[in-house]
């Protein structure tokens, strides 16, 4: 039995990777796999169109919101948000709470005047932690608010919404359907698939139609375009037909799981097992505020960093794949996505028990 706790590309659920194994050589009974028959064939489209229902169930997504399946991944996002809700002489406001907002504030930065810097991660007694909304730098007329609620490397969360008078976008690519939101909440929401959605290179992008209107810059990429994606649901080129597929079948493994509040009852108790494992020892530690810790991705140090190694071999002898840190910031970390069984933070946590134990 292996557990991985890859960041991402991440685990996908059994189920899932089992019917499409099942179904890959013969879809639907054509005969032929899903990856060759054409993107408008109405077959197809009827799956697409059922993976939005699905995907609109699951997250309560208003009906005055467009979903839109785009290429590019999370990063692709990056460079589509700014080029489409804001005008090359804007101010947009981005809070930097860690590495992947850093990665997304550079991009902008390309595509508008100003990227306004709301705040960032401070060290306070209790950890790193995010500055309150009241103490950020907000501008006067910016085009919009980007965050990014989970940040997947650093292991920081806020896990409130900014009450802000502008549009809210949020890089939900480590954390959709992680737990229940109220999208109406946000003006747009976007997310790589490869952590809880699917394969990687491919994202999904929840907007409020009134910013899809025409607040597009002149020259986007018109794959990036939301405004021609929606016109076209989302084939104005062809689209990664077998992501899609597999983003289909794992929303249904979802609803049939008992949706987005059951994932959220799960990915807490599995976190909460890894979190009081941490800081019951003096021998493992994570350095970030209690109130900022995500659910999804737990980074952790041990005392001796001489150890690093012999902890990843031991525990992949036993199973427990991928928990080297990030290459940024070192040390270990447990990505534990809505596909991560209880059993999986369970044995991982017995492991990090007898490893202090020897080795302390
Ligand atoms: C993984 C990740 C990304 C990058 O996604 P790509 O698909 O590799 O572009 C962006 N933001 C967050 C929060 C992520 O976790």
Redesign the pocket.
């Known amino acids: 039995m292996k557990f991985n706790f890859s ?2 590309p991440a685990m996908l659920p059994a189920p899932v990777l089992k019917k499409a194994q099942k179904e890959l050589c013969d879809w639907q009974g054509l005969g032929i796999s899903v990856m060759e028959i054409s993107h408008r064939d109405p077959i197809y489209v009827r799956m697409t169109e059922e993976a939005e229902q699905d995907l609109r169930d699951l997250m309560s997504i208003p009906d005055n919101y467009t979903v839109l399946f785009m290429h ?7 460079s589509a948000v700014p080029q489409n809700l804001a005008k090359p002489d804007a101010t947009v406001d981005y809070l930097d709470s860690g590495i ?2 850093q ?2 504030i550079r991009e902008a930065a390309k595509y508008v005047q100003q990227v306004n810097v709301v705040a960032k991660v401070t060290e306070t007694a209790a950890g790193k932690a995010i500055p309150q909304v009241s103490d950020w730098q907000l501008s006067e007329n910016a085009a919009y608010l980007h965050y ?1 609620p ?4 650093d292991g920081i969360a806020l896990h409130t919404v900014p009450d802000v008078s502008v549009p809210v976008v949020a ?5 959709i359907l992680a737990e229940p939101i109220d999208v109406s909440q946000f003006g747009l929401i976007y ?5 809880n959605i699917g394969p ?4 999904v992008v929840i907007v409020r139609n009134d910013l899809i209107a025409e607040t597009c810059q002149d020259k986007v990429c018109t794959v990036m375009n939301y405004k021609v994606q929606a016109a076209d649901k989302s084939m104005y080129n062809t689209p990664n037909t077998f992501a899609w597929y597999l983003a289909a079948e794992v929303f249904k493994w979802l609803k049939a799981e008992g949706g987005v509040e059951a994932m959220a009852d799960l990915n807490q108790r599995k976190a909460a097992l890894l979190y009081e494992c941490i800081d019951n020892s003096s021998f493992y530690r994570n350095t970030v505020a209690i109130a900022n810790r995500s659910r999804m ?1 737990v980074p952790f140090q041990l005392r001796d960093d001489a150890l690093d190694a012999v902890f990843l071999r031991e525990a992949e002898a036993e199973g427990l794949m991928s928990l080297k840190g990030h290459r940024f910031v070192g040390g270990m970390r447990a990505s534990m996505y809505n596909a991560m069984p209880f059993a999986g933070a369970q044995a991982l946590v017995d492991f990090m028990t007898r490893f202090e134990k020897q080795y302390s």
């Open positions: 960041a991402g590019g991944g999370g990063r692709g996002q990056f992947w907002s990665f997304a990014c989970n940040e997947t490397v890089d939900m690519s480590s954390i997310a790589g698939a490869q952590k990687s290179g491919f994202a991705n």
